[in-house]
């Protein structure tokens, strides 16, 4: 019976390293996108105005 323990308790351990990796890229990835949206837009207002 504690080996089974042990071995829930390591599959737990587990699935908690890998929602941890899974948060840091997900938050990653969401400040990227929170710093190049920003630039696109004003690339998009301020440089690419149509000359007349």
Same mark, same amino acid.
Do not use: C, H, Y
């Given at each position: 019976? %504690?080996? %089974? @323990?042990?071995? $829930?308790?390591?599959?737990?351990?587990? @699935?908690?390293? *890998?929602? !941890?990796k899974?948060? =840091? *890229?997900?938050? %990653?990835?969401? =400040?990227?996108l929170? $710093? =190049?949206?920003? %630039?696109?837009? !004003?690339?998009?207002?301020?440089?690419?105005?149509?000359?007349?």
């Amino acid at each position: 019976m %504690g080996q %089974g @323990i042990d071995t $829930v308790e390591s599959t737990l351990q587990e @699935i908690s390293k *890998r929602q !941890a990796k899974t948060n =840091a *890229r997900l938050w %990653g990835f969401l =400040a990227t996108l929170l $710093v =190049a949206t920003p %630039g696109l837009l !004003a690339k998009l207002f301020l440089f690419d105005l149509p000359s007349s």
